[in-house]
């Protein structure tokens, strides 16, 4: 699950830099532009080493939301942020069948060693 998460965040990373730079041209100021922006990328690259704790994926969601949120400011990120967040849910859905997956594999070739 992690590698997957991970592969969305940092995709987020850029768009929200992207999507920074097209918010530049409206009426906000720069300072708040990148203030929001900055926290936003800092979070999607420091939620990248905290996957594996509890409530990194929660804290991903609300990430998932603020950036379709932030289509109130660049109207393109209504879209982006949907693909994203379906992403995001592709990547933890499937991510951990695939970790229960590895699991079964490992305890599967566990129980054959010891036979």
């Not at 590698?3 to 850029?14: D, K, N, P, R």
């Not at 530049?24 to 936003?40: E, F, N, P, Y």
């Not at 859905?93 to 129980?111: C, L, N, T």
């Amino acid at each position: 699950m992690r590698t997957l998460c991970a592969s969305t965040l940092i995709g987020e990373f850029f768009v929200i830099g992207f999507a920074g730079l097209v918010a530049m041209k409206g009426d906000l100021s720069q300072a708040t532009v990148w203030t929001v922006c900055g926290i936003a990328m800092l979070l999607s690259v420091l939620l990248c080493g905290m996957l594996g704790r509890p409530g990194a994926v929660q804290i991903g969601w609300a990430l998932q939301i603020g950036l379709i949120a932030s289509g109130f400011v660049v109207p393109t990120m209504f879209f982006l942020g949907a693909v994203f967040a379906a992403l995001w849910w592709c990547s933890v859905h499937y991510g951990r069948k695939i970790d229960e997956a590895k699991a079964r594999w490992a305890a599967q070739s566990d129980a054959e060693a010891r036979a």
